[in-house]
């Protein structure tokens, strides 16, 4: 045992040129993806610059001038970045929890259909919102939503109720937004989730069956327990955007509206609506190196607190 555990060791010892000839042609696949990842991951990261420069177009990025930490001074002052990453957080982590909840009950009730025609169907109508862009959806919705045309106040009014002007009423919008992002995400969280349970020893649920286990058992104590590593994995990939909205969400959905703003703005659509507005590219590229920060530190401290409760459950 002892000499099998040294001849490991030194095999995991062996020089960088015996390795890279032993293994060249796995390096040669992986090549790539690497150059892929330097070349749109690692080289752009030089715009971090922008953040304390006054960028003009005459002098580009790395000859404009330097201003140190002005853009993020202007950007604390302009009072905004409270609200927006507040509103940031909170949306995510709404995501985050109502997602795994749909996601992972979609795909324990899909795997519990006996018919697989239906089963079949099933999945591919919530599978096919994925597929619609956000601007036709932002369309669909205000169709539905509009006040004088909308499909949604033409039914309360035939049921003899006020029409409601959902555009000029911002508490109503975090439920929608929701909602709609429910809609759209939960057909494709759902196949990640299902195609852990048919990985699952299915010689467990013959023992359970055999011991008398009804359904609902059988998803309490074996199913979900076994999805737990799966749905940590995806928490711990959300929650290292959780600073990150989806624009085409919150953009096309609620446009420039500034009534609703209070409740519906996030760090990506104000920077955006930021530098369209001013010009303004060096506070534009601050608002962005912040939220890029706030991602890094509360994905490493989240992984951190995973990896001490439970190694395996970490990312790295």
């Not at 099933?122 to 939503?145: D, E, H, K, R």
């Not at 909602?179 to 023992?207: F, V």
Request: aromatic share 14%.
């Amino acid at each position: 045992m002892q000499k099998k555990e040294i001849a490991n060791s030194n095999k995991s010892k062996l020089p960088l040129r015996k390795t890279l000839k032993r293994h060249w042609l796995l390096l040669v696949m992986l090549l790539p993806a690497v150059i892929y990842v330097i070349i749109f991951s690692y080289i752009p990261m030089s715009g971090i610059i922008m953040a304390f420069e006054k960028y003009t177009f005459k002098g580009g990025i790395y000859n404009s001038p330097w201003v140190g930490l002005d853009n993020f001074r202007a950007l604390i002052l302009s009072n905004k970045l409270g609200m927006v990453t507040r509103n940031t957080l909170l949306y995510n982590l709404a995501f985050i929890f109502f997602g795994v909840i749909f996601e992972m009950g979609s795909a324990i009730l899909l795997n519990e259909m006996f018919s697989k025609k239906f089963k079949k169907l099933t999945q591919s109508l919530m599978f096919l919102p994925f597929f619609i862009s956000w601007v036709v959806a932002g369309a669909i919705m205000y169709n539905i939503f509009n006040f004088e045309q909308g499909v949604f106040n033409h039914i309360l009014v035939a049921l003899g109720f006020s029409p409601v002007d959902i555009y000029n009423t911002p508490e109503i919008w975090p439920f929608i937004l929701i909602a709609l992002k429910l809609w759209k995400g939960t057909g494709y969280g759902s196949i990640i989730y299902l195609a852990a349970i048919t990985g699952l020893d299915q010689q467990m649920y013959e023992a359970a069956t055999i011991d008398g286990a009804s359904a609902w058992q059988k998803i309490r104590h074996l199913t979900i327990p076994s999805l737990v590593p799966t749905m940590m994995t995806m928490i711990l990939l959300a929650i290292g955007n959780i600073f990150r909205g989806d624009f085409g969400l919150f953009y096309q959905t609620v446009k420039s509206s500034a009534i609703l703003q209070p409740a519906t703005e996030i760090i990506d659509t104000y920077i955006f609506k930021l530098l369209i507005n001013t010009g303004n590219v060096g506070v534009s590229a601050a608002s962005g190196l912040f939220q890029s920060v706030l991602c890094f530190l509360t994905i490493i401290t989240c992984n951190a607190i995973v990896k001490k409760v439970n190694p395996n459950y970490a990312l790295f």
